[in-house]
């Protein structure tokens, strides 16, 4: 585990940076990065969009992104320029205390390549469950050392959680 964050208010965004301090919690020694959330939306609708902004980079044109969604009577496919993270984010006229749950996988974090990442989503929003996959890559070639978590509109409600956890690469005797 590098970091671990609760919000006692909402907030706009939850961010974590690399230290870069050459500790066991500086991003430069992992291979990937694993962020686990539970988080809802504090915006007054039934569900909103959750996005993420990796290295303060929020130009819509530096990410590519296709998701996979469905809610049990049907499938939808699409595809999108932009920075977003998951489909469905829980919103606070939805069925009370319930949150949605994300685990994004970064790969290969301190590579010279563009920077892939893989998110996995579900939610139940007053009975209507959604779950989705989602693939995205970021067009940025330096190591990734801030990532930011945040909602398309409105705040993050109170009590949202993430987890962040580094990858190391296999240890060879």
Do not use: C
């Not at 919690?25 to 569900?47: C, E, G, K, P």
């Not at 980079?57 to 939808?76: E, F, K, P, R």
């Not at 590579?111 to 989503?121: E, F, L, R, V």
């Amino acid at each position: 585990g590098i970091a671990t964050t609760t919000l006692g208010v909402d907030a706009s965004s939850i961010a974590f940076s690399s230290p870069d301090d050459g500790s066991s919690t500086d991003w430069s020694q992992f291979m990937d990065l694993v962020a686990i959330l539970y988080w809802r939306s504090a915006t007054a609708s039934a569900t909103r969009m959750g996005e993420l902004d990796i290295n303060s980079d929020t130009t819509d044109a530096n990410y590519a992104i296709q998701g996979l969604y469905g809610d049990g009577a049907s499938v939808t496919a699409w595809t999108n320029a932009e920075n977003r993270l998951a489909n469905i984010v829980i919103a606070d006229t939805s069925t009370a205390n319930a949150f949605s749950s994300s685990v994004v996988h970064f790969f290969d974090i301190n590579s010279g390549k563009y920077k892939n990442y893989m998110a996995m989503n579900a939610g139940d929003y007053d009975g209507a469950g959604q779950i989705e996959i989602l693939a995205g890559i970021y067009k940025g070639q330096a190591p990734i050392s801030s990532i930011k978590f945040k909602i398309d509109s409105g705040n993050i409600l109170a009590a949202s959680r993430i987890d962040l956890f580094g990858v190391l690469p296999r240890m060879v005797a």
